[in-house]
């Protein structure tokens, strides 16, 4: 069976950094995209980034280019989310998602293309 587990969140000031981790069990990583979602208080859970199987596509989400940086170690089944500069504003739990690779990047903004979830990992950032 599929399993996916975020490590990593906590709690950091603004202008700190932190990475977030998500492995994957199971033959599913090999042949997946993988995405990040977050959902702050009161909110949707929107697009952070992803990133296809052989890393070489990848999209961010307006909000967070030029800070955050997605990433994958197929070895080790574990995807990364490389996140700067952060803001309080990026205050939410993230979440980490697999779906079949196969599909244009754009694709894998969607929230309800995704097969695979995990339970979410908090992130708070204090001003």
């Known amino acids: 069976q599929v399993q996916l587990v975020e490590s990593g969140g906590g709690l950091v000031q603004a202008g700190g950094s932190l990475r977030l981790s998500c492995a994957a069990s199971?033959?599913?990583?090999?042949?997946?995209?993988m995405g990040w979602f977050r959902q702050g208080p009161g909110k949707e859970r929107e697009f952070v980034a992803a990133?296809?199987?052989?890393?070489?596509?990848?999209y961010s989400a307006d909000s967070v280019k030029g800070r955050f940086t997605v990433s994958r170690d197929n070895a080790k089944n574990t995807v990364y989310l490389q996140m700067n500069s952060l803001k309080p504003e990026d205050t939410a739990v993230y979440y980490c998602?697999?779906?079949?690779?196969?599909?244009?990047?754009?694709?894998?903004?969607?929230?309800?293309?995704?097969?695979?979830w995990g339970q979410g990992t908090q992130v708070t950032v204090s001003s």
């Open positions: 990133i296809s199987w052989t890393g070489a596509s990848i």
């Open positions: 199971g033959s599913i990583f090999s042949s997946s995209t």
């Open positions: 998602a697999a779906d079949r690779n196969g599909y244009h990047i754009s694709y894998y903004r969607v929230r309800s293309n995704y097969g695979y």
